[in-house]
């Protein structure tokens, strides 16, 4: 580059244009050399569906809300990310954006599918191995940005829980930049690992769509067009009363279930006869904490039985067990038409451990049922009628505690003889 007498880079030697583009792109290439991508680099933002791939639109605003949060990230690294949602959802493609985006932008990452770097730890300790076992463990650990991809389908060895665990809390204690898909609920991992992940002063969960890939998906009822429906602005009152004092009691069930949407806290237990409206106010409550990218599963009680049963096998437990806790720890359960389920002895037990679990751990739980007191398990009724716990909304005049006295057959007139 030629300059005049006096200009400040005269006689200085300054690479060219085209040195420094060389340099740029040896340093991309180094860059991505490390970051373990591989193939995976082809999922770039650019490739990405904006609003993922769920026909939901609660679900779309959700994965909107995941971009726009991965975007910040690449732009300045900094706290963790983690990404929640079943298979095919689009987690590995926008983790793997966000490790070409710090790329792009000249920050080291380091993109790992967990099992795999199990695996790679495991032949670390190999002789005649490349790698020494500290130094691979060290370099992950230690990357500048990391993003551990599929956690929690790794064999659940006490080796792998111990080295995960080391290996999470170390960048937690170090406060790293961090990005974690997993197609498990944070609440289903170990409470180390737990309360890591949700740590509201680093990380920021993600809950892409609801349900998993582990025998729940098809399961969650709202993602049904006629439930999806259901919301606090279609309920109408009017229409499930048939006189004034009905009316009240309707709008006051309305009312009740709006306020535990904005904040779902404990228990809300909306018992009525089949037709009255239960199933609609429980509907609504769920739609409306999927708008606000708050987490709701809502089951049919004899549907979810199936679904255990199912997946219930003795010489392969793990399958039910991983369904089983999801469901017990999701943020928010809907529980519709307890009562309508068959009555065996099974599934009274699986109810009643849901149910207890949930319970003693305060996580808020939304039932329905035409059942009374008097027809409960009393195991159930005791803590489904819990005033510390629960509210019992009524619909339709329904008996619930029993207090009306039962109607006496009439008295016809004697037979003449």
């Known amino acids: 580059m030629r300059v005049h007498l006096g200009h400040p880079d005269f006689g200085k030697a300054l690479p060219c244009v085209c040195t420094e583009d060389e340099r740029d792109d040896e340093k991309t290439a180094r860059l991505l050399r490390y970051s373990g991508l591989g193939a995976l680099s082809r999922l770039t933002f650019e490739e990405l569906s904006p609003r993922g791939r769920s026909p939901s639109p609660a679900h779309q605003e959700a994965f909107a809300k995941a971009v726009a949060a991965a975007h910040a990230f690449v732009e300045t690294p900094s706290g963790w990310l983690v990404l929640t949602g079943p ?16 790329i792009a932008n000249g920050q080291a990452a380091l993109f790992m599918v967990v099992p795999d770097l199990l695996d790679h730890l495991r032949a670390a300790y190999q002789p005649g191995s490349e790698v020494s076992y500290d130094e691979l463990f060290e370099m ?11 956690l929690g389908v790794q064999s659940a060895t006490p080796w792998a829980e111990e080295k ?24 289903a991992f170990d409470a180390r690992i737990q309360t890591r992940l949700t740590d509201v002063a680093l990380s920021q969960v993600h809950y892409l769509e609801s349900g998993t890939d582990s025998g729940l998906s098809g399961l969650d009822s709202l993602d049904l067009p006629l439930l999806r429906g259901m919301t606090f602005k279609t309920f109408d009152s009017r229409l499930l009363a048939s006189d004034s004092d009905e009316l009240k009691e309707v709008q006051n069930a309305y009312r009740q279930g709006m306020k535990f949407a904005e904040e779902p806290k404990d228990w809300l237990v909306i018992a009525g006869a ?23 599963m809502f089951v049919v009680v ?9 997946a219930y096998n003795p010489a392969n437990p793990r399958a039910f067990d991983e369904m089983f806790d999801q469901v017990r720890n999701v ?17 009274d037990e699986k109810l009643f451990q849901l149910l207890n679990h949930r319970y003693n751990a305060c996580l808020p739980t939304v039932i329905t049922t035409n059942l009374t007191v008097r027809d409960l398990d009393g195991r159930l009724a005791s803590r489904l009628t819990d005033p510390q716990v629960s509210t019992i909304l009524l619909m339709g005049r329904f008996d619930f505690w029993g207090k009306q006295a039962p109607e006496r057959p009439k008295r016809g007139r004697p037979r003449s003889r």
């Not at 089949?274 to 709701?296: D, F, V």
């Not at 004899?302 to 199912?310: S, V, Y």
């Not at 928010?332 to 038409?337: A, M, N, S, Y």
């Open 87 to 102: 298979s095919g959802c689009g987690k590995t493609h926008l983790s793997a954006a966000i490790a070409g985006g710090c």
């Open 140 to 150: 992950v650990r230690n990357a500048p940005v990391l993003v551990l991809d599929d």
């Open 164 to 187: 995960l665990f080391q290996l999470i809390n170390h960048r937690y204690s170090a406060q790293t930049p961090t990005v974690i898909t997993t197609n498990l609920d944070p609440a």
């Open 274 to 296: 089949t037709g009255h409206g239960k199933t609609r106010l429980a509907a609504a409550i769920g739609n409306y904490c999927r708008e606000a990218s708050r987490p709701a």
């Open 302 to 310: 004899p549907d979810l039985l199936d679904r255990l049963r199912a």
């Open 331 to 347: 943020p928010l359960l809907i529980l519709d038409d307890l009562g309508s389920q068959s009555g065996t002895a099974w599934a």
